[in-house]
Each structure stands twice: as C-alpha cells, then as structure tokens.
C-alpha cells in the first residue's frame, strides 16, 4: 500500500518561518477588575458644547403690502386593476369613472360567433328558423361589462 511522502516543511521555499506562539502573543496586559469609567470624565471638559445654530428661512418672506397665495395643487389618482380579466362572468372592479368598487353588470351583444354560427347551420340545412338560434343562446354572444351605479362600459370580452 502507497503512502504520501512526508511532509518536509509548512513553510513555503524561500520565506522564514512564522513566529511560535508565544513569541507573538508576547506580554498581554491583564485585565484589572474595578470600575471602569464610561464614559471617561475628563473628555467633557475638554470638549466645547456645539455653538447654536441660527434659524433661517427657506424663503424670504413677502413684501408688505401684498397677500400671501398658496399654490393650487391638483392631484391625479391613477387606479391599475391587476388581475381584472374580463369574460363571460361578473368581475368586481374599481370603476373610474364613478370611483367606486362595483360587481359588473353583463350585457350581451350579438358579434361575430353568433353571426358564424347561423351562417353554419344554414348551410349544413337548417333553413326553416332553426338557423336563428344563436342569437337566443348568451354563450355564443359578446359580453360587455358595465357598471352598475353609472353605466359606463367597463370592459368586453368578444368570443372571437
């Protein structure tokens, strides 16, 4: 069985040896108990107190005589509905114009599957009015959404 060779030196080739341990430690100065003055008392008495500061305005203050205006200031809120996917169910939104949390009222508008699906069924035969049923059935319809507070269109969602 194989063996590493042995190790000849933990120095590197070229550089001195490092110090023992004791030689580095030397002598450490030992810890005396006792109070400990903190913090020390002599230091406040060398140190002057911060001078004060003066008080300044930011602006000069107006001339005599004239009126003192505030600034109008018009604040623009911005609502970002995330996560509000509009199908063919009711989904509770913000509306911004009335700007309050409503559950959307649906309405239902013929578009473009309905008008392909009549179209389908009259060619495949169904001529006599059976043809018209699309337009009975909301599953084949647009569905718009609107608020119920001021009927404003809130979104739509068309099927194709």
Known sequence: MA????????????????????????????YTPGPMP????????????????AYGQMYPPPPQGQPVTTPVVSVQ????????????????VHC???????????????????????????????LYGCCLIPFCVDSLKDVTHRCPNCRRPLGVYNRI
């Open 3 to 30: 063996s590493a060779p042995p190790l000849e030196s933990s120095t590197l080739i070229g550089y001195p040896p490092p110090p023992p341990y004791e030689e580095t430690m030397g002598t450490v100065p030992q």
């Open 38 to 53: 903190y913090p020390p008392t002599d230091v406040k008495a060398t140190q002057p107190p911060y001078p004060p500061q």
């Open 77 to 92: 809120t911005v609502y970002v509905q995330p996560g509000a996917v509009f199908r063919d169910a009711p989904v509770q």
């Open 96 to 126: 911004p114009a009335c700007t309050q949390n409503v559950i959307t009222q649906l309405e239902y508008t013929s578009g473009t599957l309905t008008w392909l699906s009549c179209a389908g069924l009259a060619i495949f035969g169904c």
